[in-house]
């Protein structure tokens, strides 16, 4: 079985700063209060390079990356 | 091989004496002696009879008992069990009384809990508005201790009044000496919990009927309730009845049998709040021959919940009784996720504008694109129940949005007052 990849956010963590949506568009949207939206299917590996963009410039780091 | 039980009911309130909580000598002369069988290490005999039993949570999300306990017990090293006798649920008053009145019911079910899922540790935490209950399990934790019964060691604490402040996540942060609010998860408490050891949380209630198990076995408690969901279960009735009680029911009973058991309606109903704040509202004809089970309340958009059942009179006003406990449950979140900080506050304040018949239309049109954009977003369920909440009282009501809509105003009289708890301002 091939490891599928996934964003999730920790929304404990989250503040809304928007990263995420900016760098991620194709995955990410905001809420009314800028809070994300994340589309929950496996994201595909031509997408990776983004969805890793994402995480690693979250200034709250509450965004993860899961491969299960 | 264990004891007869009890035919029928009372089974938990067997032992419930008016004149105050029951002593440790005639707890056991009325249920039998705890029957100690000794845990092992993947979980002793008790874990067994529990899921033969098909006993499930009674704390709000029906999960099957054994099932949870044998987890813990599966994992390395000594466990704790947390009993949650938090009841942040306002109108549930069940966990309440079987900690004052019937104590050593519940410190059974976690002792012998414990020797099964190898846990030296009980942490009894209770709602510390509840001084009743407080006292009534020191003083039953102090006597279990002199008479030496039980391995665990056993304390209580005293948790904040907060609806959110038993979610299991919440419970295990502040036992280990944060804030009573959620915590992300992984790590769930059953892998890491209590001073990072794996923690078996159970609702008061449903450690009292392991206790009764543990000595009356599980064919004795599938005489009562159906095969999927059998055995009896504590019930709070409230509203426009003629007498608000706890009771014990068979599962199964039907509301109207059950609002019967409580002198019956003091007039006409036009709905129920079933399974508490965190449940459903139904209207009353529909929800009347429902049976209490989660399978028929499931079909209605509801489920059981926490076991409450409060009554709503006809020619009185839902929305503005919802739109009251909307706002109470929007300043209940813990505050630390954005759609649950924002997203409740907004809910709250379009049923607000519904309830007073301003801007109607435009604001059930929000509501609903509010609850598809809240929903499953929070870092525990919490913002979910709320939406239900609202949800059910926006169907279940829907002839009054229409009248609020076209009249602009609320033309039924003001509903009677929903209890609303008051917060004293600490989470620690």
Redesign the interface.
């Known amino acids: 079985m091939k490891k599928q990849h996934r964003l999730i956010v ?7 700063h928007g990263v995420c949506a900016e760098l991620f568009p194709e995955r990410v949207q905001l ?5 994300p ?1 994340i589309d929950q299917e496996p994201i595909p590996p031509a997408l990776l390079k983004h969805a890793r963009r994402a995480v690693q410039n979250c200034p709250k780091l509450a965004l993860i990356l899961t491969d299960e | 091989m264990p004891r007869v039980g009890p035919e029928g009911l009372p089974r938990l309130l067997a032992g419930y004496r008016p004149d105050g909580p029951i002593g440790l000598q005639d707890h056991v002369a009325q249920y039998g002696p705890p029957p100690w069988r000794g845990g092992h290490r993947h979980g002793g005999p008790l874990i067994d009879a529990v899921e033969a039993s098909g006993l499930r949570g009674r704390g709000g999300a029906s999960f099957p008992t054994g099932r949870k306990m044998r987890t813990v017990a599966q994992h390395r090293g000594r466990s704790v069990v947390v009993v949650n006798g938090s009841e942040g649920e306002a109108l549930s008053a069940k966990d309440r009384l079987l900690l004052t009145s019937l104590p050593h019911l519940v410190l059974d079910g976690a002792a012998l809990a414990a020797e099964a899922v190898g846990a030296d540790e009980i942490v009894v935490a209770v709602d510390r508005a509840s001084r009743r209950a407080q006292a009534s399990v020191h003083r039953a934790i102090e006597a279990r201790r002199a008479a030496q019964v039980g391995g665990a060691l056993v304390r209580g604490v005293a948790l904040p009044s907060r609806y959110v402040a038993g979610e299991e996540t919440a419970l295990v942060n502040f036992v280990n000496g944060g804030a009573a609010k ?3 998860t992984p790590p769930r408490p059953f892998e890491r919990g209590v001073n990072g050891r794996p923690t078996l949380i159970q609702n008061a209630e449903t450690l009292a009927h392991v206790a009764l198990i543990a000595r009356y076995g599980p064919d004795w408690f599938r005489q009562l309730g159906t095969p999927d969901e059998p055995g009896s279960t504590l019930l709070t009735i409230a509203g426009a009845v003629e007498h608000g009680i706890v009771c014990e029911v068979a599962l199964g009973t039907t509301i109207g049998a059950a609002v019967t058991a409580a002198g019956g309606a003091t007039g006409t109903l036009s709905a129920f709040l079933v399974g508490g704040y965190y449940g459903s509202w139904l209207p009353a004809d529909e929800a009347w021959d429902v049976p209490l089970l989660n399978a028929t309340l499931r079909a209605h958009g509801a489920s059981l919940g926490t076991g409450v059942l409060y009554a709503f009179p006809v020619g009185h006003c839902g929305l503005v009784a919802a739109a009251q406990v909307a706002d109470y449950l929007a300043g209940e979140t813990a505050g ?5 900080v ?2 409740l506050r907004a809910i709250a304040d379009a049923m607000a504008s519904i309830a007073a018949g301003q801007q109607v239309a435009a604001m059930v049109e929000r509501l609903h694109r509010l609850f598809d ?1 809240v929903r499953g ?3 525990c369920n919490y913002p979910d129940g709320v939406i239900r909440f609202v949800e059910t009282a926006l169907r279940t009501f829907g002839a009054e949005v229409e009248r609020h809509a076209a009249q602009r105003r609320c033309l039924l009289a003001p509903p009677p007052a929903m209890p609303i708890p008051v917060f004293d301002g600490r989470w620690q």
């Open positions: 920790n929304m404990i963590e989250c503040e809304a809420d009314e209060w800028g809070y939206i | 959620p915590t992300f630390q996720c954005g759609p649950c924002y997203g954009e977003r929070g870092a």
